[in-house]
Every structure is written in structure tokens, then in C-alpha cells.
């Protein structure tokens, strides 16, 4: 079975590091194909925890050829460092591959992203402050840096002054901040050529002649559908397509070549940052999953936003991005719950909708429609059949199936590689 799509359902942090890790015996090569080091991705091997931020989560499983596409921003500091961090853990990291294409994050991009966040005062977003939205303006303004420019000095270093032209203006006389001299984003970049050189190349080729001979690729999104920047609650949302068409345009491999499109979808709903939650729990509740899921983030430790399942979100990500199987992680986390309310629509200016409105305003006021199902007291994390989860929580996951569009193949039970209980083959 060649290639599958991975992506998340909701807001991100569904538990896609874990669900990628659970292939990876069975997977070839797996491919990042947006964002940059915003990810956050925990994945435990026993007693091991792993906290991927830049890499693909299958670096994890030995065998693997984890690959960095084009539509990725890479920070070269934050590559090595995770890296490094791996590779004393005993991680073998030699098989990495990064596409000449990809966009470089520098240190003028980590700053512009902390002082706009900052000018927008009540309006910011709440980004992880890594760089991402300035590295994307720039890839898409056509002042980017990409990685084959380090191969180049005089390409480089006639790029770097392009790009710190206008945008030292913008530092000194609108942020009052200080200028960034060409010399210093060069100096450092080069430092980075002789370890990049063997990594870098064209990753769409690499990609390419896999499928042909049968290879199994799978392309793990960063982010989520609710936070890509077309189909998502823009401007509460990252900078790159983190929905399945990403997986083609940031791989440079065709979508026919696409065979199964897997989406994690948690069974609550979680928010890191700014911008409209309309199952959002303020009371006692939302603690409960905040506790209970140790809802934190994993690249800034920002307490996660928690509220209940919300139905009409996990259609969408069905229908936008062709989902063929959803992995349904946390489902431990209710346990304990007497009835579990799922959204089923909104209210949105008295008027009942069943789908996520196109307008952002509509789903700013949007007021969930509640269904409730009983919930279970009985501990699920050891369960490894379906059978064996209590007939509320089965019943529970058949009631969200119903509902989400498409079937549920897997169900996550506890964050240890092992939780989980498989309904479907999730590549076949
Ligand atoms: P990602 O960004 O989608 O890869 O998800 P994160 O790693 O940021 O957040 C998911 C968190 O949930 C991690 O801490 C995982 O270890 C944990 N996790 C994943 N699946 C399950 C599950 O089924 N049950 C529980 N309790 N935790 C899970
Ligand atoms: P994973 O891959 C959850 C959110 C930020 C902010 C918005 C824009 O772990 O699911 P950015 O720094 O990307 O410009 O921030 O997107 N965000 C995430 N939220 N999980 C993530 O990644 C996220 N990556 C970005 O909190 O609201
Ligand atoms: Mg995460």
C-alpha cells in the first residue's frame, strides 16, 4: 500500500505523533510536508518520551527514511539541536532527508514573528513565536531563503541583504528594535553547509522512485485542518495547508498517487492560542479535560483550551481533506464522565446549521447544539479489542462515527505505543 496522507482533524495536538509512530513498522519513508518547529509531536516507547518539534514523528522507528519537504520552514538551529538530542538517546538520525526547496527560518523571522504578535495587542494570534508566519510571507513575497541557497555564498549572502533591506526599515522605525547586520544571519547559516550538504536534495525525485517500486510514504501533517490557512478559522491560524492538499503541493508528489487519508481526531476537542471554539468550556468541566488529558502544549507549554466533541468540525475535516479512516485518540480521558455532551450543530443567529459556516463571523457567534450520551466509570486503558471498551464508550464511538463521516479504524486509549484498539487496517 503506497502512499497515505496523515493529517489532524481538529486544532491540532490530536495525537498524530503517536498515530505515525504506530505505523512506522509497516511505513518506508515519512514525509513533513508543512509548518516548521510550531509542531509539537509526544510520542512515548515505554518508559521513553519523545518531543518532536521539527523532525517527522517516524524517526522514531528504526528503518524509516524520514524526509523534510518542500513546504516545510526549517530553522537549522532547531534541526540540529533536535537531532543531536536524538541521536544521544541512541536515535539513528543518518537517514534524514530535507528538500533543497524547503524555505530557511532565520533569526529576522523568529524576531518579526515575537514584535507583530506584540503590535497586534488584542488582536494576536497567540503563534508559538518560532518565525513560521514571517518564513511563509517571505516564500510567498519571493524573498525567501531556501536551503540550496547555502550551496551558493554570493546567492546567499545577495538574498540575505534583499530580504534584511526592507525589513531592517521596518525593525529600527516601526518596532524600534535593533537592525540585523547581513554578515551575522550569514555567518551563522554557513556554519550549518558541511552538515547539511549530504541531506539536502530533491526530495520530490526521492519520493518519486519509492512509490514506483512500491514503497509505502506516509505524509504527516503538522497542525490541523481548523488551523490551515485557507480552510481554517483564519486569521486564528498558521501560515501553511496543513489539510491533505498540503501533502501533495509540500511533497511534490501527485494526488493520485494518494491512496488513504488517515485523520486524528481527538473525542474532545482542544485550542492552543487565539481565535473562535465554539464547544469551549469555561467551568469545571473544561478543567476536567484539561487535567485529565494533561491538555499542555508540547512546544510552549501553553495550557490547552478544552471543550466537548464537536461534530460538525470532524465532518468538515472529513470532506476538505477526503478522510478514509479517523483515529480516535483520548478516549481514556472521559472516562469517569456520567454523560458526555457532543455538539451535533450550532445556533448561529437563531437559525439551526449543521455544517461549519463560511463565514468567520457566523462561527464566532456560533452556539453549540448538544447531544448527550451516557458515559462509563470502568477503566479503558488496558483495552486492546473493541469488545472489550464498556457498551457506553463502544456506543459512544459508533454515535461519533455516525456522525463525523467517515469510518473510525483506530481508538486511542492512553498515550503508551501499545494503547490502542484497531478496528479497520489503516493503510489498506
Ligand atoms: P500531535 O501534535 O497531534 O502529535 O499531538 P501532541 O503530541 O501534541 O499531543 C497529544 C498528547 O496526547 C501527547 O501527549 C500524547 O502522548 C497523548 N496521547 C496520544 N494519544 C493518546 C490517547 O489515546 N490517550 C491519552 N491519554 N493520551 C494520548
Ligand atoms: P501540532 O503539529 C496546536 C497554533 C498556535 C497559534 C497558531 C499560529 O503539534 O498539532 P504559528 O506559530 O503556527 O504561526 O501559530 O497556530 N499552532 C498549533 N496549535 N498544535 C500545533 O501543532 C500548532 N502549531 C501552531 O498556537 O494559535
Ligand atoms: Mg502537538
Given at each position: 500500500?503506497?502512499?497515505?496522507?496523515?493529517?489532524?482533524a481538529?486544532?491540532?495536538?490530536?495525537?498524530?505523533?503517536?498515530?505515525?509512530?504506530?505505523?512506522?513498522?509497516?511505513?518506508?519513508?515519512?514525509?513533513?510536508?508543512?509548518?516548521?518547529?510550531n509542531?509539537?509531536?509526544?510520542?512515548?516507547?515505554?518508559?521513553?518520551?519523545?518531543?518532536?518539534?521539527?523532525?517527522p514523528?517516524?524517526?522514531?522507528?528504526?528503518?524509516?527514511?524520514?524526509?523534510?519537504?518542500?513546504?516545510?520552514?526549517?530553522?537549522?538551529?532547531?534541526?540540529?539541536?533536535?537531532?543531536?538530542?536524538?541521536?544521544?538517546?541512541g536515535?539513528?538520525?543518518?537517514?534524514?532527508?530535507?528538500?533543497?526547496?524547503?524555505?530557511?527560518?532565520?533569526?529576522?523571522?523568529?524576531?518579526?514573528?515575537?514584535?507583530?504578535?506584540r503590535?497586534l495587542?488584542?488582536?494576536?494570534?497567540?503563534?508559538?513565536?518560532?518565525?513560521?508566519?514571517?518564513?511563509y510571507?517571505?516564500?510567498?513575497?519571493?524573498?525567501?531563503?531556501?536551503?540550496?541557497?547555502?550551496f551558493?555564498?554570493?546567492?546567499?549572502?545577495?538574498?540575505?541583504?534583499g530580504?534584511?533591506?526592507?525589513?531592517?526599515?521596518?525593525?529600527?522605525?516601526?518596532?524600534?528594535?535593533?537592525?540585523?547586520?547581513?554578515?551575522?544571519?550569514?555567518?551563522?547559516?554557513?556554519?550549518y553547509?558541511?552538515?547539511?550538504?549530504?541531506?539536502?536534495t530533491?526530495?520530490?525525485?526521492?519520493?518519486?522512485?519509492?512509490?514506483?517500486?512500491?514503497?509505502?510514504?506516509?505524509?504527516?501533517?503538522?497542525?490541523?485542518?481548523?488551523?490551515?490557512?485557507?480552510?481554517?478559522?483564519?486569521?486564528?491560524?498558521?501560515?501553511?495547508?496543513?489539510?491533505?492538499?498540503?501533502?501533495?503541493?509540500?511533497?511534490?508528489?501527485?494526488?493520485?498517487?494518494?491512496?488513504?487519508?488517515?485523520?486524528?481526531?481527538?473525542?474532545?476537542?482542544?485550542?492552543?492560542?487565539a481565535g473562535?471554539f465554539?464547544?469551549?468550556?469555561?467551568?469545571?468541566?473544561?478543567?476536567?479535560?484539561?487535567?485529565?488529558?494533561?491538555?499542555?502544549?508540547?512546544?510552549?507549554?501553553?495550557?490547552?483550551?478544552?471543550?466537548?466533541?464537536?461534530?460538525?468540525?470532524?465532518?468538515?475535516?472529513?470532506?476538505?481533506?477526503?478522510?478514509?479512516?479517523?483515529?480516535?485518540?483520548?478516549l481514556?480521558?472521559?472516562?469517569?464522565?456520567?454523560?458526555?455532551?457532543?455538539a451535533?450543530?450550532?445556533?448561529?443567529?437563531?437559525?439551526?446549521?449543521?455544517?461549519?459556516?463560511?463565514?468567520?463571523?457566523?462561527?464566532?457567534?456560533?452556539?453549540?447544539?448538544?447531544?448527550?450520551?451516557?458515559?462509563?466509570?470502568?477503566?479503558?486503558?488496558?483495552?486492546?479489542?473493541?469488545?472489550?471498551?464498556?457498551?457506553?464508550?463502544?456506543?459512544?464511538?459508533?454515535?461519533?462515527?455516525?456522525?463525523?463521516?467517515?469510518r473510525?479504524?483506530?481508538?486511542?486509549?492512553?498515550?503508551?505505543?501499545?494503547?490502542?484498539?484497531?478496528?479497520?487496517?489503516?493503510?489498506?
Amino acid at each position: 500500500m503506497p502512499a497515505a496522507v496523515l493529517i489532524g482533524a481538529q486544532w491540532g495536538d490530536e495525537g498524530k505523533g503517536k498515530a505515525t509512530d504506530l505505523l512506522g513498522s509497516r511505513l518506508d519513508y515519512v514525509v513533513k510536508f508543512n509548518g516548521g518547529n510550531n509542531a509539537g509531536h509526544t510520542v512515548v516507547v515505554g518508559e521513553e518520551k519523545y518531543a518532536l518539534h521539527l523532525l517527522p514523528s517516524g524517526i522514531l522507528t528504526p528503518g524509516v527514511t524520514p524526509v523534510i519537504g518542500n513546504g516545510v520552514v526549517v530553522d537549522v538551529e532547531v534541526l540540529f539541536e533536535e537531532l543531536e538530542g536524538l541521536a544521544s538517546r541512541g536515535v539513528d538520525v543518518s537517514r534524514l532527508r530535507i528538500s533543497a526547496n524547503a524555505h530557511l527560518i532565520t533569526q529576522y523571522h523568529r524576531t518579526l514573528d515575537k514584535v507583530t504578535e506584540r503590535f497586534l495587542g488584542k488582536r494576536q494570534i497567540g503563534t508559538t513565536g518560532r518565525g513560521i508566519g514571517p518564513a511563509y510571507a517571505d516564500k510567498i513575497n519571493r524573498v525567501g531563503l531556501r536551503m540550496q541557497d547555502l550551496f551558493d555564498e554570493n546567492i546567499l549572502r545577495q538574498k540575505v541583504e534583499g530580504a534584511l533591506d526592507q525589513k531592517n526599515h521596518l525593525l529600527v522605525k516601526v518596532y524600534n528594535r535593533r537592525a540585523i547586520g547581513v554578515d551575522e544571519v550569514v555567518e551563522e547559516l554557513l556554519g550549518y553547509v558541511d552538515r547539511l550538504r549530504p541531506m539536502v536534495t530533491d526530495t520530490s525525485l526521492l519520493l518519486h522512485e519509492a512509490l514506483e517500486r512500491g514503497e509505502t510514504v506516509l505524509f504527516e501533517g503538522g497542525q490541523a485542518t481548523m488551523l490551515d490557512v485557507d480552510h481554517g478559522t483564519y486569521p486564528f491560524v498558521t501560515s501553511s495547508n496543513a489539510t491533505s492538499g498540503g501533502a501533495v503541493t509540500g511533497s511534490g508528489i501527485a494526488p493520485n498517487r494518494i491512496d488513504r487519508v488517515i485523520a486524528v481526531v481527538k473525542a474532545y476537542t482542544t485550542r492552543v492560542g487565539a481565535g473562535p471554539f465554539p464547544t469551549e468550556l469555561f467551568d469545571e468541566w473544561g478543567e476536567f479535560l484539561s487535567e485529565r488529558g494533561f491538555e499542555f502544549g508540547t512546544t510552549t507549554g501553553r495550557r490547552r483550551r478544552t471543550g466537548w466533541y464537536d461534530a460538525p468540525i470532524a465532518r468538515y475535516a472529513s470532506r476538505i481533506n477526503g478522510v478514509t479512516d479517523f483515529v480516535l485518540t483520548k478516549l481514556d480521558v472521559l472516562t469517569g464522565l456520567e454523560r458526555i455532551p457532543v455538539a451535533v450543530g450550532y445556533e448561529v443567529d437563531g437559525q439551526r446549521v449543521d455544517e461549519v459556516p463560511v463565514s468567520q463571523s457566523d462561527f464566532h457567534h456560533a452556539v453549540p447544539v448538544y447531544e448527550e450520551f451516557p458515559g462509563w466509570q470502568e477503566d479503558i486503558s488496558g483495552a486492546r479489542e473493541f469488545s472489550e471498551l464498556p457498551a457506553n464508550a463502544q456506543a459512544y464511538v459508533r454515535e461519533l462515527e455516525a456522525m463525523s463521516g467517515s469510518r473510525i479504524s483506530a481508538i486511542g486509549v492512553g498515550p503508551g505505543r501499545e494503547q490502542i484498539v484497531q478496528l479497520h487496517d489503516l493503510l489498506d
